[in-house]
């Protein structure tokens, strides 16, 4: 696997001098201005809204850091992933869909996302998120082959029905991010 820190997308700002305090394959550790940085790659992350269905797909994953914590297998979270290099937020999430989610767009659909987001003042990444309404003329499903990692070997994508929306136990705060934007995108006030 690459390092971490080769991973990173241009975002079109020069490269700086960097003093590394930590870096392996998943993290990098940055000193900057006096700060201990978390320079991750850029996340595109969705929940795509399948309209004559009403159901949602979320990701039933396995997530070692939440384990870590709570002991729980799987967690509910969104479909999505690093932004590799090269890639726009857009097309990491049109491969993503694909990987994760066994959903292909046709050519021409529009993605629409939010306004990116940081996690917290410590890290660099930015997070890209998009509600997708797709209508079955949007898209056709394909089985979903992961990006060969144990963790997507083991995780799976759900449809899950609208009505069961205020039920979901949500354990990230990206994810329950966007499911109070999809809510909001369904005039779902609660």
């Known amino acids: 696997?690459?390092?971490?820190?080769?991973?990173?997308?241009?975002?079109?700002?020069?490269?700086?001098?960097?003093?590394?305090?930590?870096?392996?394959?998943?993290?990098?550790?940055?000193?900057?201005?006096?700060?201990?940085?978390?320079?991750?790659r850029d996340i595109a992350f969705c929940i795509p809204y399948l309209i004559e269905s009403n159901q949602i797909i979320l990701r039933q994953e396995y997530i070692p850091s939440f384990k870590y914590v709570t002991g729980k297998d799987f967690y509910l979270?969104?479909?999505?992933?690093?932004?590799?290099?090269?890639?726009?937020?857009d097309k990491a999430l049109i491969r993503e869909l694909e990987e994760e989610a066994g959903i292909?767009?046709?050519?021409?659909?529009?993605?629409?996302?939010?306004?990116?987001?940081?996690?917290?003042?410590?890290?660099?990444?930015?997070?890209?998120?998009?509600?997708?309404?797709?209508?079955?003329?949007?898209?056709?499903?394909v089985i979903s082959k992961g990006d060969g990692s144990k963790i997507e070997d083991i995780s799976k994508s759900v449809k899950i029905d609208i009505k069961f929306l205020k039920s979901l136990i949500i354990s990230d705060i990206m994810t329950d991010y966007m499911i109070f934007k999809l809510k909001e995108y369904l005039n779902m006030f609660v």
């Open 104 to 141: 292909v767009l046709r050519d021409d659909f529009e993605l629409d996302k939010v306004e990116p987001l940081f996690l917290n003042k410590g890290c660099s990444n930015q997070f890209y998120g998009y509600i997708i309404p797709l209508h079955e003329r949007d898209y056709h499903e």
């Open 1 to 40: 696997m690459e390092k971490f820190s080769k991973l990173k997308p241009d975002n079109g700002i020069p490269d700086k001098k960097e003093d590394i305090l930590y870096s392996d394959d998943y993290i990098k550790i940055v000193k900057f201005e006096d700060w201990s940085i978390i320079d991750g």
């Open 77 to 89: 979270a969104l479909v999505g992933g690093g932004i590799e290099i090269g890639e726009t937020p």
